[in-house]
């Protein structure tokens, strides 16, 4: 495996039936929101998925794997992080079930004409010019909207979902009401949702919602997923996730 290891990239075991994954250290690596996500989707191993702005690969390797999908697809606009997810798919022997696609998410349809059954996405949480942007793209591309704003992606999830097909997606808790209103605007009817928390005292940090393409209105609101422990440490709960 070294020989396909670039400059600063190192090998990470998910925990999860020998499953690995390639990091680079000096770019964006991914955070447990992802894992939670990919822990959220439930899928028939006949489904199709699409997880936009794959990045490391981390959300379609994990959510193939625990749903035993064999046609999932990532899409990725950065040349450098969708070769290294692909470079993981490999790393996992998973080339015939995972495909890693270059592309910018609003031209993916023109590319690939098929329509999914589940799609995923851990999008950038602040808007383009909210707060210190980073002055590595990487980073930038990942938390701020620069490629691709809340609007555009729930636009183009509908566009990309099959009628009744799931959306799943994540946000910071600040822009909850957000999410929910440009889901609804693009026709995709918020059908699950719930918070993490540091703790039971806390507020909700990330919000979670699993929507559906053509569903009637009416949502669930789950138990929040309390992340910590009185210490600050991750619960054994929220570690098993990479089990």
Do not use: W
């Amino acid at each position: 495996m070294e020989n396909k290891l670039h400059q600063n990239e190192v090998v990470e075991d998910l925990c999860l039936d020998g499953l690995k994954i390639i990091q680079n250290t000096v770019l964006y690596r991914f955070t447990s929101d992802a894992v939670i996500l990919a822990n959220f989707v439930r899928a028939k191993r006949t489904d199709a998925l699409l997880d936009i702005g794959t990045g490391s690969g981390i959300v379609a390797i994990l959510a193939a794997h625990k749903n035993n999908l064999s046609n999932a697809i990532g899409v990725e606009i950065q040349p450098q992080m969708a070769d290294m997810a692909r470079r993981s798919v490999e790393l996992n022997k998973m080339e015939d079930r995972i495909k890693i696609v270059n592309a910018d998410i609003k031209d993916f349809h023109k590319l690939c004409p098929k329509v999914f059954d589940v799609i995923t996405c851990n999008p950038p949480y602040k808007k383009a010019q909210a707060g210190k942007v980073n002055d590595c793209e990487s980073k930038r591309l990942a938390r701020h909207e620069v490629a691709l704003d809340l609007p555009a992606l729930c636009k183009a999830a509908n566009r990309l979902l099959k009628f009744g097909g799931k959306f799943y997606v994540c946000m910071d808790a600040v822009r909850a009401a957000e999410l929910l209103y440009e889901l609804k605007n693009a026709g995709l009817e918020p059908k699950k949702m719930f918070f993490t928390q540091s703790s039971a005292q806390s507020e909700g940090k990330i919000l979670f919602v699993q929507a559906q393409k053509g569903a009637k209105p009416g949502i669930r609101v789950l138990p929040a997923l309390i992340t910590n422990d009185l210490n600050g440490t991750y619960l054994e709960t929220v570690k098993k996730m990479r089990f």
